[in-house]
């Protein structure tokens, strides 16, 4: 008879006590929360676990009653919620969670003044809880403080009520909510279910109220479409809270069979696509609904709606922040002065890389034989980038997943370069990616295709969002951060390989090598959609990022490409072309000119050049296999591009 979620769970303690985003992974302080919940089902059975779990999420407690996991980013905040609702279930006493709860209530999402084409018809005056300290105020933060502080008895408090408006205010009025905007340059977003999960959690109690019943529906379609374990699992343990129709209802039976049936399944992955600590609690927790939903709140009085006015305070300027540097004091800021200098001198000094040469290859589709292609172009570049021998790691470009669109790097163009490196002998391939906007990795990777081409060659897929976080000097420091957090994975690559597609990009320009390098910091660290990058300066972030980590290898994928409104909601675009180089800004810079974009005028390239992060200048650009000439597209540009270019001549 195989295990049950709940024995799964409970064999996989890490070495520390608590578990893991994955097995073998330390203490992370969601995974650990949720196994907490699950595991209390049988407190006798599992009293050892239940106890070292505990103990291994005060190891992470903070003075000022905030928990954040002390191996990370210390701006990120938003586990002091699921602390505060895990202890508060397991009956703490007061003394324990009135100090969590204080510090809860005093977490602040910033407010800020948006533009209407971005805003839409969302109150953004409205006040809620943002992933990290001085950032902004998301979906899924705010329905876990409101669901936390009203399972500890303060549903009432102003800041609570406050929280729930801005949750009615989110959700779709067609079914469910993404991570907080609705509309971006005049068109609407879609919803995503994980954060229509949390905020029907936090809901509870909201009677007739049209968006909670479109979220309800929207998720029983979701259900319907999707094997995926950790969606399923969500999808059920916030239905039911809201079972009072008969399509709910009868939604929650067939639901159970779907875990069960992903559970098997999953059980057979290894190659990182399998089902870990955490999934394995969701999966304990859905199953266990009938008898037991640790999320069902006990008193679930009547919240406002969302025609009730918002916030009254002023919102706060259009501007990047700033906060987020760890030093403080005179000493501190000294101290940063100081690298800042030291670190301007060494920019200033910066080499280039070893060569600037990129090469164009034609390809025809995707069914060619694209490895012996990439092969060819490979050669041109080996003697900078030896892998005989050593772990390369993969970044695709995985962002979200609709079937019509190609949004993403081509599964088969991943697969085929894996085939590369592997007949080069390299002694691991890796695969790895953090998406900006979907926290649910692996439903990316199975729904898209990619999950097929990394079992089929046997190659491992690391979740950046979920890894552990590597704290490194920010090389660059235009966004005002003194550190970054990166991957452990993407950190310790010997040969580091960013695969981008082709696409234009509505606030950058373009979306290449560079803007790729986003998803390889931990969604842990900044949560999603990331926006805090975007807001610290979209150039700014991605040249940070790049001096910081550079990859040692730039591959685009060209053979379709997406035009107009990208990196989402864009067309498909036919170019049949494949881009390859060591300098990634010429990659990049390349790539634009296949777009008929002018590279000059991308404040990105122009701020990277400026940096020197590679050559941006066609003159300076040695061009290998076909012309640019002959392969170039007039693409359809961005909507309100204008806006965010550097004016011609400039």
């Known amino acids: 008879m195989a295990p049950s979620p709940l024995e799964l769970l409970a064999d996989a303690v890490s070495a520390d006590g608590g578990f893991g985003y994955h097995r073998g992974q330390p203490t992370h302080l969601e995974p650990t929360c949720l196994g907490l919940l699950a595991l209390a089902a049988e407190p006798e059975r599992f009293a050892p676990q239940l106890s070292a779990a505990l103990e291994a999420i005060r190891q992470h407690a903070q003075p000022d009653g905030s928990y954040r996991l002390t191996r990370g ?59 990290a300290e001085d950032t902004f105020s998301w979906v899924e933060p705010t329905a876990w403080a409101c669901l936390a502080l009203r399972a500890v008895g303060l549903g009432e408090h102003p800041r609570v009520q406050e929280g729930l ?9 067609h079914g469910g909510a993404n991570y907080g905007s609705r509309m971006i340059l005049g068109k609407q977003t879609e919803p995503i279910p994980g954060s229509t999960c949390a905020l029907l ?27 995926d374990l950790e969606t399923l699992a969500w999808v059920k343990l916030a239905l039911s809270v809201h079972a009072d129709d008969t399509a709910t209802l009868d ?38 609904t009938a008898s ?12 406002a709606t969302h025609a009730v006015v918002g916030s009254t305070r002023e919102p706060a300027k259009d501007e990047p922040v700033r906060a987020g540097s760890e030093a403080s004091g005179f000493l501190g800021k000294l101290k940063a002065g100081v690298q800042n200098f030291l670190l301007r001198g060494t920019a200033a000094i910066r080499p280039l890389p070893v060569t600037s040469a990129v090469h164009i290859a034609r390809a025809e589709s995707y069914d060619v034989s694209l490895t012996d292609l990439l092969q060819t172009q490979f050669a041109h570049f080996r003697q900078f ?22 949004i993403n790097t081509h599964p088969k163009f991943v697969g085929a370069v894996i085939d590369l490196f592997q007949r080069e002998g390299a002694a691991e391939v890796v695969v790895a990616e953090g998406p900006g906007h979907w926290r649910n ?47 452990k994975t993407i950190a310790e690559a010997e040969v580091f390989v960013s695969l981008p597609k082709l696409k234009t990009h509505h606030w950058a320009g373009a979306t290449l090598s560079l803007k790729n390098l986003f998803g390889i910091l931990p969604g842990i660290c900044y949560g999603w959609p990331k926006n805090e990058l975007h807001w610290r300066g979209i ?109 011609s001549g400039k």
């Open 165 to 173: 408006r801005l949750l009615l205010d989110r959700a779709f009025d």
């Open 385 to 406: 980038v030896p892998v005989a021998g050593k772990r390369v790691v993969l970044k695709p470009n995985l962002v979200e997943f609709h079937r019509d669109r190609v």
């Open 441 to 487: 990795a692996q439903f990316l990777v199975s729904e898209s295709g990619l999950g097929d081409e990394l079992r089929a060659r046997g190659v491992r897929f690391v979740d950046v969002n979920h890894d552990e976080p590597v704290k490194v000097t920010n090389v660059g420091r235009t966004t005002g951060l003194e550190f970054l957090y990166l991957s």
């Open 292 to 303: 037991r939903n640790p999320f069902r709140l006990a008193d679930t009085p009547a919240v």
């Open 251 to 288: 939604a929650l039976p067939l639901l159970e069979g779907k875990i069960t049936g992903s559970l098997a399944f999953e059980a057979g992955q290894t190659n990182g696509l399998g089902a870990g600590p955490f999934r394995h609690a969701l999966a304990a927790l859905a199953l266990n």
């Open 201 to 227: 959690l936090a809901l509870q109690g909201v009677k007739d109220n049209t968006r909670i019943e479109a979220a309800k529906g929207y998720l029983r379609v979701v259900a319907n479409q999707t094997n």
């Open 539 to 647: 150039p700014n972030s991605i040249v940070d990022i790049a001096l910081t980590h550079t990859p040692h290898l730039a591959i685009i994928d060209g053979v379709v490409g997406m035009e107009g409104d990208g990196p989402l909601a864009g067309n498909a675009k036919y170019v049949g072309a494949v881009v390859m180089g060591l300098d990634p800004l010429a990659v990049d810079a390349t790539g634009c000119r296949l777009m008929s974009l002018p590279p000059e005028r991308l404040p990105t390239l122009r701020l990277a050049e400026q940096k020197r992060l590679g050559v941006l200048k066609e003159e300076l650009i040695p061009q290998l296999g076909e012309p640019i000439a002959s392969m170039a597209q007039a693409f359809e540009m961005p909507p309100e591009i204008e806006k965010q270019l550097v004016p």
């Open 73 to 131: 980013r210390q701006q990120a905040v938003w586990p002091t919620a699921l602390v505060l609702f895990t202890r508060g279930l397991l009956n703490h006493s007061a003394a324990e969670i009135q100090p969590i709860a204080n510090k809860l209530l005093g977490i602040e999402g910033k407010v800020v003044r948006l533009e209407t084409s971005d805003a839409g018809d969302i109150d953004a005056g409205l006040l809620g809880w943002p992933w």
